[in-house]
């Protein structure tokens, strides 16, 4: 008996300790890491929610997926979880699948930015979907910079095709 007590105290602590690391990552990455249930209720979300939309985790936790994001994010997601819950409705599902979905989210001031989104399907132990897991990241200052590069290409090739001369 002695040894079962024993073992039993050094597994919660080993259990313990792997929590506190994943708590300890998860609370301190730029990157904003999320869980939803399979319809669309948001279950988990990391601090960093905060540093990257100004709400506080209880704040995201209550909001629906329309005030999250913009109606055109919202059927952009609704849509591309439909095409992989079909995948997985024929079996032809690749479990370790991990899409990229790009979404315009709505942060504490009310105006929006440009998120990117890597999302993966979290599976109980036959393989079934039991949860969304994702990881967000900020993506609006790369998205106003490749606007700019893209504007300042326009306007290079532009002058190039009005000059009368060779440049």
């Known amino acids: 008996v002695g040894r079962d007590i024993t073992d039993?105290?050094?597994?919660?602590f080993a259990l313990q300790a792997s929590e506190e690391r994943y708590r300890l990552i998860a609370d301190n990455t730029a990157d904003h890491?999320?869980?939803?249930?399979?319809?669309?209720?948001?279950?988990?979300?990391?601090?960093?929610?905060?540093?990257?939309?100004g709400f506080t985790v209880e704040e995201v936790l209550s909001q629906s997926l329309e005030e999250m994001m913009t109606p055109a994010s919202v059927e952009s997601i609704l849509r591309r979880v439909r095409e992989e819950m079909a995948l997985e409705a024929t079996g032809t599902a690749d479990?370790?699948?991990?899409?990229?979905?790009e979404t315009e989210e709505y942060i504490k001031d009310?105006?929006?930015?440009?998120?990117?989104n890597a999302v993966t399907l979290m599976r109980d132990p036959e393989g079934r979907p039991v949860s969304i897991l994702g990881i967000s990241r900020d993506i609006t200052a790369r998205?106003?910079?490749?606007?700019?590069?893209?504007?300042?290409?326009?306007?290079?090739?532009?002058?190039v095709e009005i000059s009368p001369n060779a440049v």
């Open 8 to 12: 039993t105290k050094a597994a919660e």
């Open 33 to 53: 890491i999320w869980i939803f249930d399979m319809d669309l209720n948001l279950k988990y979300t990391s601090p960093s929610v905060m540093k990257m939309k």
């Open 95 to 101: 479990p370790d699948h991990t899409i990229t979905i």
């Open 110 to 116: 009310g105006s929006t930015i440009m998120v990117e």
């Open 143 to 159: 998205k106003s910079a490749e606007q700019a590069l893209r504007e300042s290409e326009d306007r290079y090739r532009k002058l």
